[in-house]
């Protein structure tokens, strides 16, 4: 896996290497163990593309997945609500757990399962409806139709993702006539509506702007107190920003998952440190 | 001369050409219409458009063919839309993409191009004959549902392929269902491409005379019909029917009845349009 660091000069970098690649937030034991993958490998077609990955993520924390284009952290991100079901190509074995249990048993309804993972996307994808129709899909979509439950769910949802204050008096409005930040934090209001357990997060701030990227981050920030939040990102400050934990992936492997800190300071891996740096071929 | 010029010359008489060609059709129609608007539309009064057919020309009126057009309409709408509806969706999110679906679908699509005195001869065989349905109203909806479905699916897939796939994974992303991301959010963003489709196909239904006039429509139908069994006849048939009567007085009762197909198929495709132009505007993605 991967080749280690060349200059283990002093016995703290050699003490590091015998600890295995999978590890766990020692500062942190008394989070369980929210999302787990066991020798995950997927395929599209005759593509490997993740290959044999284990990893455990605890509850209540951010996660960064890092690593070059096309190294699979979005195809890795979607094995968690099982978006990928939907490519023709696409199958995998091992075993993907949330809360202890596979969810590509089959026993398990996708429907369910996205219920409990939500998901955020790289363009922000609001329906072209009202705000408020937005944030109520997921409620109507399981049939719950009570008004007054409806009303406090979107100003709950508006809330937590930190657009209320924006668009209390517009709800009726359509939502593409929001800024691309604004349609991003709808989306995550839209997410949160349904209260998932799990948020996972593609790239969710590369179409923004500046200042609204760091509102998501902030927002990321408040939301990790009771979500479970797992993020792609190619901005190396974001993932620092934002994640307790960073996962670096080369070609379908995981290399590297350590706290976020140890990773940007003292990486493990050279392939980690050639990237991170920005030195990749 | 030399050659710059010539090219220059050709360049200008083939813009002449072009716009002479252009104009030839919207010409002849323009002169078609008056014609017939200054032949016709006198006729056109209360008592024409209440009163059964008669031997007479003055007394003959265009009732029967008229609510015949409306039945058919009507019928016609109620078979094709929804079972084009499903047969797009069905193509466009659930058959598999192999080699029987490509075949269906090119199918579908040469359909559109099949004369329509064809489907008449097979709305003979199989409502009229098979299905025992007669020269009934219901057997002439059924037959140009077959004409005009081919039109409806195709119109509604492409309405149904604008949708951005964005869209759809948001859906999935939520938990919704196949059918339930169908229902929310694919048809509601097409409903817009979709109507304009449906109206044009049925503005065409209203307008063929050939298949109906094969499955046994009268021309003469002393009567108002009552339910989707009864004989009928279509404006179409009604304005043929006059057309060819020796008599002077039945050629002004032809264009008045060719005013009223017009302004019906003139309507139609001005809601379509409408429609086409509003959903352009209102949906962006
Ligand atoms: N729908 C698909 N069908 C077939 N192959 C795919 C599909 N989606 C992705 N792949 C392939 O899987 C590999 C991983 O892609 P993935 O999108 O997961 O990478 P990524 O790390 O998210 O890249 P990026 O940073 O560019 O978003 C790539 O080689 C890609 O070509
Ligand atoms: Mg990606």
Redesign the pocket.
């Known amino acids: 896996m991967g080749t280690s660091k060349g200059k283990s000069t002093n016995s703290e970098n050699i003490e590091k290497q015998k600890e295995s690649t999978i590890s766990f937030d020692f500062t942190d034991r008394t989070k369980g163990i929210k999302l787990e993958s066991k020798n995950a490998n997927v395929f ?2 005759d ?1 490997h ?1 993740i290959k044999d990955v284990n990893l455990q993520i605890r509850e209540k924390t951010v996660t960064a ?1 890092i ?12 094995m968690f609500n099982r978006m ?1 079901d939907y ?1 023709e ?2 199958h995998m074995d091992g075993e993907i757990l949330i809360d202890e249990k596979d969810i590509y048993d089959g026993e398990v309804r996708v429907e369910d399962l996205r219920k409990n993972v939500g998901m955020v996307f ?1 363009k922000p994808n609001p329906f072209p409806k009202s705000i408020y129709e937005n944030v109520i899909y997921g409620l109507k979509i399981q049939g719950i139709k009570d008004k007054k439950i409806l009303d406090q769910t979107v100003e709950e949802s508006l809330i937590s993702a930190a657009l209320w204050d924006e668009v209390k008096d517009q709800l009726n409005k359509s939502a593409l006539a929001l800024s691309g930040g604004q349609q991003q934090r709808l989306c995550i209001a839209r997410a949160l509506a349904v209260k998932p357990t799990v948020i996972l997060m ?2 969710p701030a590369s179409a923004l702007d500046p200042i609204a990227t760091s509102k998501i981050e902030e927002l990321i920030h408040v939301l990790k107190k009771e979500y479970t939040i797992v993020i ?1 990102t ?1 901005n190396m400050q974001q993932a620092g920003r934002v994640s307790d934990k960073t996962a670096f ?1 080369h070609i ?1 492997e995981l290399i590297e998952f350590e706290n976020t800190k140890d990773v940007f300071i003292n990486p493990r891996h050279e392939l980690t440190e050639r990237y991170i740096t920005g030195r990749f071929g | 001369m030399n050659n710059a010029d010539k090219n220059q010359l050709k360049d200008g008489l083939f813009k002449y050409f072009g716009i002479f060609a252009s104009l030839i059709g919207l010409i002849l129609l323009s002169i078609f219409i008056a014609s017939i608007i200054s032949d016709g539309l006198r006729r056109i009064d209360w008592q024409f458009l209440t009163s059964l057919p008669s031997r007479k020309s003055e007394k003959a009126g265009i009732l029967t063919a008229w609510t015949g057009s409306l039945w058919i309409f009507a019928l016609t709408a109620l078979i094709s839309i929804p079972l084009s509806i499903a047969a797009a969706i069905y193509l466009e999110e659930y058959s598999k993409k192999n080699r029987f679906s490509k075949l269906l679908e090119i199918n579908i699509t040469n359909l559109a191009g099949v004369p329509s005195v064809i489907y008449g001869i097979l709305g003979l065989e199989i409502f009229v004959r098979t299905w025992k349905l007669g020269g009934s109203l219901l057997a002439g909806a059924f037959t140009l549902s077959l004409l005009i479905m081919p039109i409806i699916i195709v119109a509604t897939r492409e309405a149904i392929t604008a949708v951005p796939s964005s869209i759809k994974e948001a859906s999935f992303g939520m938990g919704a269902t196949k059918w339930q991301t169908i229902w929310y959010q694919i048809l509601p963003s097409s409903a817009g491409g979709i109507a304009t489709g449906v109206i044009l196909a049925l503005s065409r239904a209203v307008g063929e005379a050939a298949p109906v006039i094969v499955i046994g429509a009268l021309a003469y139908v002393p009567f108002v019909a009552q339910s989707p069994m009864d004989e009928f006849t279509v404006l179409p048939i009604q304005i043929f029917n006059w057309v060819s009567r020796p008599d002077p007085g039945f050629i002004t009762n032809a264009a008045a009845g060719i005013i009223i197909l017009l302004a019906i198929t003139f309507l139609l495709n001005g809601i379509a349009v409408y429609l086409r132009y509003r959903w352009q505007r209102h949906v962006k993605w």
Request: glycine share 18%; with cysteine; net charge neutral.
């Open positions: 599209y077609g593509n593309v997945f690593g070059p284009s096309g190294c699979g952290k979005s195809t890795f991100l979607r990928n490519i190509s696409f790289q593609d790239e792609v190619h992936f379908g």
